[in-house]
C-alpha cells in the first residue's frame, strides 16, 4: 500500500526546506510516523527516492535514533526515565510496576482490552534533562514530573480509558501520531498551552538575578578581556591570542 498522495506532497516540501534536501531526513521519517504509526520498510524507500539517497542511509538514521520505531506503538507511548538520577529516585520502580501492571516489555505494546479506548506501549528511555522533577516520564514526548508507581499506574490507565490527560510542564497530551507530525515541522498550535518552566527550573536564573550576576558579551575575548568592536577587530584579536599561545608555548619547550 503507497503513502498518500497528501504525505507525499508533504515529504517534498520538508526536503525543500533545506539547502541541501537529505537535511530533511528527520522530519520526514515524523511525518511517516505520523501517517504509518512507525518507519515501515516503505516510508524508508520513498524519503530515499525524494532525496535521491540509498535505503541503507535512511534505514541508518532510522535505527541510531530511538525516536523512531521500527515496530508498532501505541496510540500514547510511555516513556519512564531510567538514568542515574531518576533511577535512584525511583524510575527503576515505575518501570517494573508498570510492566508487570501493563503485561508487556520495554518497547512492546499493550494489547486492547474490550474496555480500551486507546493503547499504550512502554519504553524505558535516557536522560529527558528533568533532572530537577525526578523521577521523570513522558507520554509523547510531553513531561510527566515527580511520579511514583502508584501515579503512573493511574496515568497510563486513564490513558488506555480515553481520558484526556494534560502534561505537567506543557499541553495536553495528543496522540502519538498527531505528536509525530509536530515533530515533522506541521505545529498543532499547542505550543503556548500549559506552563513553560516550572519553579526548580528557575532557580539558578533567581540567583544569578539576586546577585546581578549577567553572562559575558558574545563578543568578548576571554583571552584579554576586551570586547571586539567589529569583525576585524575581533579577527585581530584572535590573530594575537594564538600567536601569545603559540610563542608561550614555545618558550615552554625551550
Sequence with gaps: MSLPVETLAELREIAARYPEARSGLLPMLHLVQSVEGR???????????????TAAEVSGVATFYTMYKRRPVGDYHVGVCTNTLCAV????AIFERLKDHLDVGNDELTERRPEDKCTVSLEHV??????DYAPVMMVNWEFMDNMTPESAVQL??????????????????????????????FPDDLADEGPAAGAPSLVGLGIARTNGWTAPPASADA?????????EEAVEQADTSRAETETKQEDSDA
Excluded: F, Y
Aim: net charge negative; glycine share 14%.
Design 39 to 53: 518507519v515501515t520498510a516503505e516510508g524508508i524507500e520513498t524519503c530515499a527516492d525524494i532525496l535521491g539517497i
Design 89 to 92: 529516585m525511583g524510575g527503576d
Design 126 to 131: 535516557e536522560c529527558n534533562a528533568a533532572c
Design 156 to 185: 497510563v490507565d486513564d490513558l488506555r480509558a480515553g481520558t484526556e490527560i494534560h502534561s505537567t510542564r506543557g499541553p495536553r497530551v495528543v496522540t502519538w501520531r498527531e505528536a509525530e507530525r509536530v515533530l515533522a515541522g
Design 223 to 231: 583571552g584579554s578581556g576586551r570586547t571586539a568592536d567589529s569583525k
